[in-house]
């Protein structure tokens, strides 16, 4: 069994955000889960919804999420920082 590190061979961040992304780039954010849209209840603790033209810190947080939408209210990206 090979050894895991956190965050060093475990794809850290990038897999973090790869994984969010595939959650919830096309969806909204929403009260509850369905096809088209994902409860912001079940988002991390340390997550951030930026709207278009919103003004953001750039203070950095490893740990936050970064949601991105779109005019039209549906994610268009995440990061984590």
């Keep these: 069994m090979p050894l895991v590190v956190p965050g060093i061979n475990s794809g850290g ?3 973090k955000t790869e994984e969010w992304t595939q959650k919830l780039v096309g969806k909204k954010i929403g009260e509850s889960h369905d ?3 994902f409860a ?3 988002l991390p603790k340390e997550t951030r919804v930026i709207e278009p033209g919103s003004m953001v810190t750039k ?3 490893p740990d936050r999420l970064n949601v991105h939408l779109a005019e039209d209210g549906t994610v268009s990206h995440v990061d984590h920082q």
Excluded: I, L, R, V
Aim: proline share 0%; net charge neutral; no cysteine.
């Design 13 to 15: 961040d990038k897999s």
């Design 35 to 37: 096809a088209t849209t």
């Design 40 to 42: 912001k209840t079940d």
């Design 59 to 61: 203070d950095f947080k």
